[in-house]
């Protein structure tokens, strides 16, 4: 069983190391070209790269699969299955009609809810109790294939982007395997999405994480833990960009206008918003260290009663 396996981000790399640790033949590693890191760093490598890299793999990084030579090149590594974990380009109809056991994706939600870019900051932004995994056949739409299989996985009140991921990419592999010897052995019948229920999640923009301090406490909650690690989360003192790393909502009863900080019992400081506070847990102001709140209130102690402005 000859795959070519296609992805990106950590979070397909374990079900890479999957594939080479159950014994299949991974002809080849397709993953994206390394990217310009900021601040002189040069190009950095995709964490797929990363890990093929060290696993002795064939590594291939084309700038589009619809490039001339790209097919030609693909068939050359004789695919029986192709196997995608956020590869960051869609497949071409001659690239999905060239292995037999066709093209299998492993995508972090519960399709169709979130097909498309961001499916587990989606998630955490909608408040959603659950996450999960799919598994589909490929075809040319947008996560719209028929789905193999699901694992769903609850998702925490501290989760974030990063740390949701993290779980998902472990839930992914593991299915994976239980889908990959269904499907070879003929015992898995494809299922339809229901195109009713299917919701899409577009790519985050830099300027999302900018606070708004007039949405709810709940909404920008869970904006801080849907947009880290990145684009972060943040607000505007002093002509400085501070950083609100870690939050939680507090009762709608706390009085606070909005983008007005206060302090809180607990030592650490609040900050208003459309519908409540938001408690403050962890912060980093422009050119600094990460803080507790009350850490860094003791090096910013006019920093109680200041207005952050919103965003709007």
Same mark, same amino acid.
Request: with cysteine; aromatic share 6%; net charge neutral.
């Given at each position: 069983m000859r795959v070519v396996f296609m992805g990106s981000p950590r979070f397909a790399v374990p079900s890479l190391e999957y594939l080479v640790s159950a014994?299949?033949?991974? /002809?080849?590693?397709?993953?994206?070209?390394?990217?310009? +890191?900021?601040?002189?760093?040069?190009?950095?490598?995709? %964490?797929?790269?990363?890990?093929?890299?060290?696993?002795? =793999?064939?590594?291939?990084?084309?700038?589009?699969?619809?490039?001339? !030579?790209?097919?030609?090149?693909?068939?050359?590594?004789?695919?029986?299955?192709?196997?995608?974990?956020?590869?960051?380009?869609?497949? %071409?109809?001659?690239?999905?009609?060239? @292995?037999?056991?066709?093209?299998?994706?492993?995508h972090p939600s519960l399709l169709p809810r979130f097909r498309g870019a961001s499916p587990v900051a989606a998630a955490i932004l909608a408040g959603d109790?659950?996450?999960?995994?799919? #598994?589909?056949?490929?075809?040319? !739409?947008?996560?719209?294939?028929?789905?193999?299989?699901?694992?769903?996985?609850?998702?925490?009140?501290?989760?974030?982007?990063?740390?949701?991921?993290?779980?998902?990419?472990?839930?992914?592999?593991? =299915?994976?395997?239980?889908?990959?010897?269904?499907?070879?052995?003929?015992? =898995?019948?494809?299922?339809?999405?229901?195109?009713?229920?299917?919701?899409?999640?577009? @790519? #985050? /923009?830099?300027?999302?994480?900018?606070?708004?301090?007039?949405?709810?406490? #709940?909404e920008i909650w869970r904006r801080v833990r849907a947009f880290y690690p990145w684009p972060g989360s943040y607000s505007r003192w002093r002509g400085k960009?501070?950083?609100? #790393?870690? /939050?939680?909502?507090?009762?709608?009863?706390? %009085?606070?206008?909005?983008?007005?900080?206060?302090?809180?019992?607990? !030592?650490?400081?609040?900050?208003?918003?459309?519908? +409540?506070?938001?408690?403050?847990?962890?912060?980093? =102001?422009?050119?600094?260290?990460?803080?507790?709140?009350?850490?860094?209130?003791?090096?910013?102690?006019?920093?109680? !009663?200041?207005?952050?402005?919103?965003?709007?």
């Amino acid at each position: 069983m000859r795959v070519v396996f296609m992805g990106s981000p950590r979070f397909a790399v374990p079900s890479l190391e999957y594939l080479v640790s159950a014994g299949y033949e991974v /002809a080849a590693v397709y993953t994206q070209p390394d990217s310009t +890191g900021g601040r002189g760093r040069g190009l950095a490598a995709s %964490p797929v790269k990363e890990a093929a890299s060290a696993l002795g =793999l064939t590594i291939v990084q084309p700038q589009s699969l619809k490039a001339p !030579g790209a097919v030609e090149q693909l068939a050359g590594f004789k695919p029986d299955i192709i196997v995608v974990a956020a590869f960051g380009q869609l497949l %071409p109809k001659p690239v999905l009609e060239l @292995p037999r056991l066709g093209c299998l994706n492993v995508h972090p939600s519960l399709l169709p809810r979130f097909r498309g870019a961001s499916p587990v900051a989606a998630a955490i932004l909608a408040g959603d109790g659950f996450s999960g995994v799919s #598994i589909i056949l490929l075809d040319e !739409g947008m996560d719209s294939g028929p789905v193999l299989g699901r694992a769903q996985l609850a998702v925490a009140d501290s989760d974030t982007t990063a740390s949701l991921s993290a779980k998902l990419s472990l839930v992914g592999a593991g =299915l994976l395997g239980e889908v990959l010897v269904g499907w070879i052995r003929e015992e =898995l019948t494809p299922q339809p999405q229901d195109e009713a229920q299917a919701t899409y999640c577009k @790519p #985050i /923009a830099k300027d999302e994480g900018e606070i708004d301090w007039q949405l709810s406490a #709940i909404e920008i909650w869970r904006r801080v833990r849907a947009f880290y690690p990145w684009p972060g989360s943040y607000s505007r003192w002093r002509g400085k960009t501070l950083k609100v #790393i870690e /939050a939680a909502p507090l009762s709608p009863q706390t %009085p606070a206008k909005a983008g007005e900080v206060v302090a809180l019992d607990s !030592g650490g400081f609040g900050i208003g918003s459309g519908d +409540g506070t938001l408690n403050v847990l962890r912060v980093q =102001l422009e050119g600094k260290q990460a803080l507790s709140a009350a850490e860094f209130l003791r090096g910013q102690r006019d920093f109680i !009663g200041a207005v952050l402005p919103s965003s709007r």
